[in-house]
């Protein structure tokens, strides 16, 4: 049974150019969860997707971020036209409904943009 | 304005020794705590949890205390052991939705042989 993937696990872009990080929930889970941590900081809400909604988008940058969560395939967190400061740890968690009690997380996917 | 503080960036302790963490929150509205463990280039890992309607829950070595009067909870570790040594993240989430969490900056445990 695997657990939360998020690929890839790190990932470098040049300013301006768009980035791309997926997650994939755990097996029965619909619901998913996007966090960013900054260095030397704790992990921040981005956004909560369940499939094809987005439930909860307040920690979510207003320009350049975009996350979907489709019927089929994983969720994907985009980001437009990269900047020095979204380098940063994302983090993915899924959950099976929003009553829970745990949230799995996946390994993160490192960006750098240099 | 951060909702959630864990004022120790650091905490060392011999090993075999009690370790405790320490977690503020200022929103009267979180209902559920959780401890993430998270080593290096890894995800946070779930640990223990505690609702709101509890002071005390206790799974093993580790051992969650909420004052609520106080906004305040611990994570309580007996006895350290040096596989504990990690980065430890207090949550805290309302609607029992532990998904989405507002956490704390961590503090980083090392466990001394």
């Known amino acids: 049974n695997a657990g939360v993937m998020q690929n890839p696990r790190h990932l470098v872009r040049r300013r301006g150019q768009e980035a791309r990080l997926r997650c994939s929930p755990m097996?029965?889970?619909?619901?998913v969860y996007w966090y960013r941590q900054l260095p030397e900081e704790g992990l921040k809400f981005m956004v909560y997707?369940?499939?094809?909604?987005?439930?909860?988008e307040s920690g979510m940058p207003k320009e350049r971020f975009s996350a979907e969560f489709p019927k089929e395939g994983p969720s994907i967190l985009r980001i437009q036209q990269v900047v020095r400061g979204d380098s940063a740890a994302y983090f993915c968690?899924?959950?099976?409904?929003?009553?829970?009690?745990?949230?799995?997380f996946g390994q993160g996917t490192r960006l750098t943009v240099v | 304005d951060q909702q959630v503080k864990q004022n120790s960036p650091s905490l060392s302790v011999q090993e075999g020794r009690i370790s405790i963490l320490n977690c503020d929150y200022t929103?009267?509205?979180?209902?559920?705590f959780l401890w993430y463990k998270k080593y290096p280039a890894e995800g946070p890992t779930f640990l223990i949890s505690?609702?709101?309607?509890?002071d005390k829950n206790e799974d093993g070595r580790f051992t969650v205390f909420l004052n609520k009067s106080a906004k305040h909870l611990s994570l309580h570790i007996v006895p350290s052991q040096p596989g504990d040594s990690a980065v430890y993240f207090c949550?805290?989430?309302?609607?029992?939705?532990?998904?989405?969490?507002?956490f704390g900056d961590g503090t980083t445990l090392t466990v001394k042989p």
């Open positions: 929103n009267s509205m979180f209902d559920y």
């Open positions: 949550a805290a989430s309302s609607n029992t939705n532990a998904g989405k969490s507002t």
């Open positions: 097996k029965g889970h619909s619901h």
């Open positions: 968690a899924s959950s099976p409904s929003q009553k829970n009690t745990e949230a799995f």
């Open positions: 505690i609702s709101s309607i509890k």
């Open positions: 997707l369940q499939k094809e909604n987005i439930i909860d």
